[in-house]
């Protein structure tokens, strides 16, 4: 194995806290791992690694190796990628972060045809809810929905989306259809336990009309409380990038259509400075390609509408 390599394997144990998991990551075997860090170690003369029953952990040496270990890493990457950019050709390891609900959805068919694409491209993804820090993680881009707050971030705008509330049609036949959002106080709800404020909130004209909505099921999963919706338990209010299939399929009908939801955006987010590499230039331009506009979502939840309308 390289030099290289050695650095790679022994940045992976740092990151994942174990042997095992390490070789689990890179796809070789916990005895490779391990020889590895014993060469390391021995040619260093220091120990990096502390090692207990529930893992391993890095000395003080240990951490400022690994720093300088992702720095060469980092510098090895680039070099790699300028000069396969004379032949055009995508390689090198890219990671990302996106939104859990949106990213398995509409991301990963995305990355599927990229990786398809580029051969020599390797992706490493993160599917998650909670704001990563995206300097502190080492991401090279993050998706994001909603306000961002880190304004040393370089972000762009792709698409907006809106939310809606939703419910079966035996939930609505056994319960009624609210007519205005100030009925839904009286129907159960199906609540999102990641939402700060824990409001919905619909606009009628230039009002703003924010409810607050009761109900005894929460999750912080939105595919869960689809899934309830789906059964007939309560109402949700869920972005509509998680609803076309559902509306389109009859599973749950889009009520109080005359009172639509404020729009917040979806961004692609990168590091501050200037230069851009080429795998982050290719992904960024295939998100915009892909649902800049009207998304998709929006464009069969429309049509949808259209064949309900009985005009």
């Given at each position: 194995?390289?030099?290289?390599?050695?650095?790679?394997?022994?940045?992976?144990?740092?990151?994942?806290?174990?042997?095992?998991?390490?070789?689990?990551?890179?796809?070789?075997?916990?005895?490779?791992?391990?020889?590895?860090?014993?060469?390391?170690?021995?040619?260093?003369?220091?120990?990096?690694?502390?090692?207990?029953?529930?893992?391993?952990?890095?000395?003080?040496?240990?951490?400022?190796?690994?720093?300088?270990?992702?720095?060469?890493?980092?510098?090895?990457?680039?070099?790699?990628?300028?000069?396969?950019?004379?032949?055009?050709?995508?390689?090198?390891?890219?990671?990302?972060?996106?939104?859990?609900?949106?990213?398995?959805?509409?991301?990963?068919?995305?990355?599927?045809?990229?990786?398809?694409?580029?051969?020599?491209?390797?992706?490493?993804?993160?599917?998650?809810?909670?704001?990563?820090?995206?300097?502190?993680?080492?991401?090279?881009?993050?998706?994001?929905?909603?306000?961002?707050?880190?304004?040393?971030?370089?972000?762009?705008?792709?698409?907006?989306?809106?939310?809606?509330?939703?419910?079966?049609?035996?939930?609505?036949?056994?319960?009624?259809?609210?007519?205005?959002?100030?009925?839904?106080?009286?129907?159960?709800?199906?609540?999102?336990?990641?939402?700060?404020?824990?409001?919905?909130?619909?606009?009628?004209?230039?009002?703003?009309?924010?409810?607050?909505?009761?109900?005894?099921?929460?999750?912080?999963?939105?595919?869960?409380?689809?899934?309830?919706?789906?059964?007939?338990?309560?109402?949700?209010?869920?972005?509509?990038?998680?609803?076309?299939?559902?509306?389109?399929?009859?599973?749950?009908?889009?009520?109080?259509?005359?009172?639509?939801?404020?729009?917040?955006?979806?961004?692609?987010?990168?590091?501050p400075g200037q230069q851009v590499s080429g795998k982050v230039r290719m992904l960024i331009d295939a998100v915009v390609e892909r649902f800049a506009?009207?998304?998709?979502?929006?464009?069969?939840?429309?049509?949808?509408?259209?064949?309900?309308?009985?005009?």
């Amino acid at each position: 194995m390289s030099d290289l390599d050695d650095l790679k394997i022994f940045v992976e144990v740092v990151e994942t806290g174990g042997f095992s998991r390490a070789a689990k990551q890179l796809g070789i075997s916990k005895s490779v791992v391990s020889r590895c860090i014993a060469r390391v170690e021995a040619d260093l003369g220091a120990p990096l690694l502390i090692r207990t029953t529930r893992g391993v952990s890095a000395t003080d040496a240990g951490l400022e190796f690994k720093l300088r270990c992702e720095r060469i890493l980092d510098d090895y990457e680039e070099a790699r990628e300028a000069a396969s950019q004379q032949g055009s050709a995508i390689i090198g390891r890219l990671r990302l972060s996106a939104p859990l609900s949106f990213g398995v959805r509409h991301i990963s068919p995305l990355l599927a045809e990229l990786a398809e694409r580029h051969p020599r491209l390797e992706l490493d993804v993160t599917y998650s809810d909670q704001i990563e820090d995206l300097i502190a993680e080492r991401y090279d881009l993050v998706i994001r929905i909603g306000a961002l707050k880190d304004s040393s971030l370089i972000a762009r705008k792709v698409a907006s989306v809106g939310r809606a509330a939703i419910a079966s049609p035996a939930y609505l036949n056994r319960h009624g259809r609210p007519k205005t959002p100030d009925e839904l106080t009286v129907h159960e709800s199906l609540l999102y336990a990641g939402s700060m404020v824990g409001e919905w909130q619909f606009r009628s004209g230039q009002q703003l009309i924010s409810i607050r909505p009761r109900g005894r099921l929460r999750s912080d999963s939105g595919e869960a409380l689809l899934l309830w919706a789906e059964a007939g338990l309560g109402i949700a209010y869920l972005p509509t990038f998680m609803l076309s299939d559902a509306i389109e399929r009859g599973a749950v009908e889009h009520i109080l259509q005359d009172f639509p939801s404020p729009e917040f955006g979806i961004y692609v987010v990168r590091p501050p400075g200037q230069q851009v590499s080429g795998k982050v230039r290719m992904l960024i331009d295939a998100v915009v390609e892909r649902f800049a506009g009207v998304p998709f979502w929006d464009r069969c939840m429309m049509h949808a509408l259209r064949e309900d309308d009985p005009q």
